[in-house]
């Protein structure tokens, strides 16, 4: 279970961590630093040696929707840092196959298998089913862009990302497989979750803990892929 992780510090609540100005460093990047040396789930994360605090957010996700299952085959889209391969590893076990793609280089998971590469492209496909040895499944996908601050604009980008996401899923999972994929509260996302209601047999969404409370992240979740 993934339990919201303590917020004291030495007894004392509300304690924080002040970044102090440096030449160089934007107001915006001395913000997102003093915002991360603060996040509990940050904190978490390093201490339970997770890459990323997304780790919490796949666990929260599975402890809901029990979508990890030991030896099943698993692909995870946009998987740099690497924090849900180190989740998926750990439940899925040594007969498990999980392969994580990216366009950035990821340090080597034990137990998983790391290609580099754009997932539109019909090569990096084949390789990605290559190493799965069958279908998958399960599909995630933790993909955002970079935001713009303005939110319908970041709103259809993210909404794009999925379903791109969403096409390679339909092409790669075995009947009965699942989808997860990271959307933004907005009002433009009715065709997709169509079309999802369309190919899977249960559709849902879900904010889990360690999302930031004042990020619009949310994510769909897709099980019973009708093939």
């Given at each position: 279970?993934?339990?919201?992780?303590?917020?004291?510090?030495?007894g004392?609540r509300?304690?924080?961590?002040?970044?102090?100005?440096?030449?160089?460093?934007?107001?915006?990047?001395?913000?997102?630093?003093?915002?991360?040396?603060?996040d509990?789930?940050?904190?978490?994360?390093?201490?339970a040696?997770?890459?990323?605090?997304?780790?919490?957010?796949?666990?929260?996700?599975?402890?809901?929707?029990?979508?990890?299952?030991?030896?099943?085959?698993?692909?995870?889209?946009?998987?740099?840092?690497?924090?849900w391969?180190?989740?998926?590893?750990?439940?899925?076990?040594?007969?498990?196959r999980?392969?994580?793609?990216?366009?950035?280089?990821i340090?080597?998971?034990?137990?998983?298998?790391i290609?580099?590469?754009?997932?539109?492209?019909?090569?990096?496909?084949?390789?990605?089913?290559?190493?799965?040895?069958?279908?998958a499944?399960?599909?995630?996908?933790?993909?955002a862009?970079?935001?713009?601050?303005?939110?319908?604009?970041?709103?259809?980008?993210?909404m794009g990302?999925?379903?791109?996401?969403?096409?390679?899923?339909?092409?790669?999972?075995?009947?009965?497989?699942?989808?997860?994929?990271?959307?933004?509260?907005?009002?433009?996302e009715?065709?997709?979750l169509?079309r999802?209601?369309?190919?899977?047999?249960?559709?849902?969404?879900?904010?889990?803990?360690?999302?930031?409370?004042?990020?619009?992240?949310?994510?769909?979740?897709?099980?019973?892929?009708?093939?």
């Amino acid at each position: 279970m993934a339990k919201t992780p303590d917020t004291t510090k030495g007894g004392q609540r509300g304690l924080t961590t002040q970044v102090r100005k440096v030449a160089g460093r934007s107001t915006g990047s001395r913000a997102w630093l003093q915002r991360q040396l603060n996040d509990p789930w940050v904190q978490a994360a390093q201490k339970a040696g997770y890459r990323s605090r997304a780790a919490f957010k796949l666990l929260q996700l599975d402890e809901k929707f029990a979508l990890l299952k030991p030896g099943m085959r698993l692909v995870d889209l946009g998987a740099a840092p690497g924090g849900w391969m180190q989740v998926a590893a750990k439940v899925l076990g040594e007969r498990g196959r999980i392969v994580g793609l990216d366009l950035l280089e990821i340090d080597a998971i034990p137990g998983t298998i790391i290609l580099q590469g754009d997932f539109q492209d019909e090569a990096v496909e084949q390789a990605v089913l290559a190493a799965l040895d069958g279908p998958a499944d399960l599909v995630l996908s933790d993909m955002a862009p970079n935001t713009t601050g303005h939110g319908p604009t970041d709103h259809l980008r993210i909404m794009g990302l999925a379903e791109i996401a969403l096409d390679f899923a339909e092409r790669v999972l075995k009947p009965g497989g699942g989808f997860v994929a990271k959307v933004f509260q907005g009002g433009s996302e009715a065709a997709m979750l169509l079309r999802l209601r369309q190919r899977f047999t249960t559709v849902k969404h879900a904010k889990p803990a360690a999302s930031r409370k004042d990020s619009s992240e949310l994510y769909v979740v897709a099980t019973g892929f009708k093939g």
